[in-house]
C-alpha cells in the first residue's frame, strides 16, 4: 500500500506565509511526478503546482511568483511553499503523486487525504 500524509495547513492572515508538506510511504518503487491540487467550497479541484521527476514544473497563472513548489527525493516528500497570501487561496490542498509500487510494472496516481489554508483576517 502507499500512502500520503499532507501536513502544514491553517490560519493565516493575508499577506502571510505557509508551508505544505506531503509526504509519501509504503511499497514504493518510484515516484515520478508530484504535484498540488485545491478545492474551493463550490468550486472544481485545480491545479496548483506540478513537477516531473526530469526536473519540469508548472504552477496556475494565479499562484505564479507567490508558491513555489520543491521535493527531497529521499525522504519522498513534497512541498508547496505559499507567499503572500490572498483570501481567495482558501481551500482544501492535496497532493498528488504518480507511483510505481514495488513488484508492479506501472504506475498510477495517489491523493493525500487533504489539508485546509484559509486565508482571513
Known amino acids: 500500500q502507499v500512502q500520503l500524509v499532507e501536513s502544514g495547513g491553517g490560519l493565516v492572515q493575508p499577506g502571510g506565509s505557509l508551508r505544505l508538506s506531503c509526504a509519501a510511504s509504503?511499497?514504493?518503487?518510484?515516484?515520478?511526478?508530484m504535484g498540488w491540487y485545491r478545492q474551493a467550497p463550490g468550486k472544481q479541484r485545480e491545479l496548483v503546482a506540478h513537477g516531473t521527476s526530469g526536473g519540469s514544473i508548472n504552477y496556475a497563472d494565479s499562484v505564479k511568483g507567490r508558491f513555489t513548489i520543491s521535493r527531497d527525493n529521499a525522504k519522498n516528500t513534497v512541498y508547496l511553499q505559499m507567499n503572500s497570501l490572498k483570501p481567495e487561496d482558501t481551500a482544501v490542498y492535496y497532493c498528488?503523486?504518480?507511483?510505481?509500487?514495488?513488484?508492479?510494472?506501472?504506475?498510477?496516481?495517489?491523493w493525500g487525504q487533504g489539508t485546509q489554508v484559509t486565508v482571513s483576517s
Open positions: 498528488k503523486a504518480s507511483i510505481r509500487r514495488i513488484g508492479v510494472l506501472y504506475e498510477r496516481d495517489y
Open positions: 509504503g511499497s514504493i518503487f518510484r515516484i515520478n511526478a
